[in-house]
């Protein structure tokens, strides 16, 4: 029966070409979107290292404001802590989850080769503010201000890194923002936190290190154009103490102005955009099957036109219409078989060959997820021609003939 299909498919060989050529690219396609759609998925599953709920972010920007900014800090700080349904007041810099920005760092112990990954600019009160857990050690606080060496604290993932089973306390760390990899900052590890995705949902967890962020008891200070603080809320809070955080700052500072975002709706909106180039390739791949499918059912119209006679013929000699049908939807299966086949091979040497360092299940799943598809839509556009072909009438086919 496979040889009898397989030399139906060859004598339609021009025509099955193009259909061929249509499956093997729609495999390809919907394997790549079905791996980017498991990695999404095997990363918004992982817990992202924070607690972002009742969490809000306030962005400061200080309008060309020139005179020194850590007095007004400082007193804005002690303002906000004070005001009610306000738990704590983080000054974050840059390092705000779902901001998007991530500050990129090379860090490496002794002579050991370098570590990329993030550096967190961090103050005394960022840890309990996201409840960021801590494994060993402890986060920065008042002990830290006499020490020579400044204190940092790496996650889980740096710390396996650098120091593998071995003591990460105490120990010296180098890291370099530059290029330049002669210029590097000494710090001594104080402590070891959970894995911090700083990218958010989207983020693989990664190395990343927190360094200490304080403001320095003299009124001169570096002049910023921005500043960004974390406010964590009593749960229910809305619009009515978001107004009074607003004005609390335009009173202490006086010319700056201040806009306000919960991380919610910053997480929201960051996987949004992460999303979107993964919603346009499905709109690519819906188009693509579309097309796909059209083809395939238009070819399978067109030969059973060509081949009443011989349809004629099958059911004069005995052949049921159920198994013309299937013989139909089996000619379909084989064609999409010869055509799946190559393509599958092709997307196994991407987990062979440990392409872009995602692992086997991401590729399985990505593989799957195509086999599903490009058989379904094969019998799917098989189904309505394979019913008319059942329909023939042999007495009518044969005197057409």
Not at 88 to 112: C, H, Q, W
Request: proline letters at 6%; aromatic letters at 8%; charged letters at 15%.
């Amino acid at each position: 029966m496979f040889e009898h299909l397989l030399t139906l498919i060859w004598n339609r060989k021009r025509a099955n070409a193009l259909l061929m050529a249509e499956l093997f690219l729609s495999f390809m396609v919907l394997f790549g979107l079905g791996s980017l759609v498991a990695v999404v998925t095997l990363a918004m599953r992982q817990p992202p290292g924070f607690a972002y709920a009742d969490v809000w972010e306030l962005r400061l920007t200080t309008n060309n404001d020139q005179t020194p900014q850590n007095p007004t800090l400082r007193r804005l700080l002690a303002q906000l802590r004070a005001t009610p349904g306000v738990d704590d007041v983080s000054l974050a810099a840059f390092s705000t989850p779902f901001s998007g920005y991530i500050m990129s760092s090379n860090i490496r112990v002794e002579d050991k080769p370098l570590v990329s990954g993030a550096e967190v600019q961090a103050d005394d009160h960022f840890a309990s503010l996201l409840h960021l857990e801590l494994l060993e050690g402890r986060w920065f606080d008042h002990r830290d201000d006499a020490d020579k060496l400044p204190p940092i604290i790496i996650n889980r993932e740096l710390r396996q890194v650098l120091f593998g089973t071995g003591p990460a306390l105490g120990q010296v760390v180098r890291s370099s923002h530059s290029s330049n990899l002669k210029e590097f900052n000494e710090g001594r590890v104080v402590g070891v936190t959970g894995s911090y995705r700083p990218g958010g949902d989207l983020g693989a967890p990664a190395p990343a290190v927190f360094v200490r962020q304080v403001l320095p008891d003299s009124a001169a200070g570096l002049t910023m154009f921005s500043h960004t603080l974390l406010v964590r809320v009593r749960p229910g809070s809305g619009a009515v103490l978001e107004e009074k955080l607003v004005r609390t700052v335009a009173a202490v500072t006086k010319t700056w102005s201040t806009s306000v975002i919960s991380l919610p709706d910053s997480r929201a909106a960051s996987l949004e955009t992460a999303l979107a180039p993964i919603w346009a390739g499905a709109a690519v791949c819906a188009f693509l099957l579309l097309n796909v499918a059209l083809g395939l059912f238009g070819a399978l119209w067109q030969a059973i036109g060509q081949r009443r006679a011989e349809i004629g013929l099958r059911r004069a000699v005995g052949a049921t219409g159920p198994g013309i049908s299937r013989q139909f939807v089996a000619e379909t299966l084989v064609l999409t078989t010869l055509a799946v086949g190559p393509a599958l091979l092709l997307a196994a040497q991407f987990p062979l060959l440990n392409a872009f360092g995602q692992p086997l299940a991401v590729y399985a799943v990505g593989m799957g997820v195509a086999l599903v598809l490009v058989y379904g839509f094969a019998v799917l556009c098989a189904l309505q021609p394979s019913w008319q072909a059942a329909s023939i009438r042999p007495a009518a086919a044969l005197r057409e003939e």
